[in-house]
C-alpha cells in the first residue's frame, strides 16, 4: 500500500532536542582504535581506555536538530527514490570534546587524543542511533500518514556512494 501524505504544519518545522545523555559502547571505541580480533588491547591500554570515557562523558554536549520534508521539495538522491516524505537530522557533540583532542595533540598527548576521538566517534553515532528511533517513533504517531508507516534505513554522509 502506497503511503498517502497530507500537506500539515509537522512538515518544514525543525525540532531541537538538546542535553541528552548517551553512552558509549566500549566495544565499538575499541574497534574504532583497531583493538579487537587478534589484536586485543593489552591490559594497560584497555585500562586507559577505560579511564578516558568520564573524561569523554564530561566533554559532550549532544544536541540535534531534525525535521520532516516532503521529498518533492528536496534535491533527492537515488536510495530516496520513491519516497514521499524524508527526515533530515543532524547531530552534534558539541565543540569541547574536538577542542580537547586538538589541545591533547598539541600538548604531545596522541594516544589520549586518539582515545577521546575513539569515543566522539562512538557517541556520535550513538547519538544518532537514539534521534533515529525517535524520528521513527514521532513519525508513526504523525497524522501525516494515512494508511501507516513504513520507514527505510538511516542513510549518512561518509556511507556508501554519499560522500562527505
Request: proline share 6%.
Amino acid at each position: 500500500m502506497r503511503l498517502t501524505v497530507r500537506p500539515l504544519v509537522e512538515l518544514r518545522s525543525a525540532r531541537v532536542v538538546k542535553g541528552f545523555a548517551v553512552e558509549p559502547r566500549i566495544e565499538e571505541v575499541l574497534r574504532l582504535l583497531g583493538k579487537t580480533g587478534k589484536m586485543p588491547p593489552k591490559p594497560e591500554w584497555k585500562e586507559k581506555i577505560r579511564s578516558v570515557k568520564k573524561r569523554a562523558l564530561e566533554l559532550v554536549h549532544p544536541a540535534t536538530a531534525y525535521a520532516f520534508w516532503p521529498a518533492e521539495a528536496l534535491p533527492v538522491m537515488e536510495w530516496f527514490a520513491g519516497a514521499e516524505v524524508i527526515a533530515l537530522g543532524v547531530v552534534s557533540m558539541g565543540h569541547a570534546i574536538d577542542g580537547e583532542i586538538k589541545a591533547c595533540g598539541k600538548r604531545g598527548e596522541l594516544s589520549l587524543a586518539t582515545i577521546l576521538d575513539a569515543y566522539a566517534s562512538e557517541m556520535a553515532e550513538a547519538a544518532t542511533e537514539a534521534v533515529d528511533a525517535v524520528i521513527r517513533r514521532e513519525a508513526a504517531n504523525l497524522p501525516l500518514f494515512s494508511g501507516g508507516f513504513a520507514g527505510r534505513r538511516r542513510r549518512s554522509p561518509g556511507y556508501g556512494r554519499w560522500g562527505i
